[in-house]
């Protein structure tokens, strides 16, 4: 019996920092910690944009970025590089996720991977009318009339027609 006493040590006291942090820990742990992070990120950006502090989130998004190599240089809005760099980098690995799904995970097999397939195109033609009915059209094709909202277009088709082939061929 006095083993035993012995052997249990006092409880640690955890310190301030430490209690703050457990919890944070925990959720960096769990699998749905980047979709909550997202999605309170989202509703803090949107928050924001239609607060009275909305010129201030407008003007973050205005504040020039570069990269600069000997006489090479890009510069561009805080804004574009969200938009071209990092969407592409979010559906890159959005892409490789559903490789692995199809490759090794849940997706694995035609008969696992079946009823999903029907919600791509559904996901993708559900909300088009509405984006549709709030931009002008070029041509009655689709595209807003810009031309950079056009060869953006452009850019997006080719980088999933690429990323479709790649997955077939594995």
């Keep these: ?22 919890p944070v820990q925990e959720l960096v742990q769990t699998e749905s910690a980047s979709g909550v992070v997202l999605i309170g ?29 000997g006489g090479w240089g890009l510069e561009k809005p805080l804004l574009l590089w969200v938009n071209d760099l990092l969407m592409a980098i979010f559906f ?11 490759l090794v995970g849940e997706l694995a097999g035609w008969r696992r991977a079946a009823p999903p397939i029907p919600g791509a195109p559904g996901g993708m033609a559900g909300p088009a009318p509405g ?26 088709f080719s980088l999933a027609s690429r990323t479709l082939r790649a997955i077939s061929r594995t």
């Design 1 to 22: 019996m006095a083993k035993k006493a012995a052997a249990r040590k006092p409880p640690v006291a955890r310190s301030a920092v430490g209690r703050l942090l457990t």
């Design 92 to 102: 890159f690995l959005i892409g490789l996720e559903i490789k692995r799904e199809v």
């Design 131 to 156: 984006t549709l009915s709030r931009f002008p059209i070029l041509h009655g094709l689709g595209f807003a009339s810009t031309k950079r909202c056009y060869r953006s277009e452009i850019r997006w």
């Design 41 to 69: 990120a989202a509703v803090l950006a949107f928050a924001w944009a239609n607060s009275p502090w909305s010129a201030a989130y407008f003007a973050i998004l205005e504040i020039p970025l570069g990269l600069a190599a």
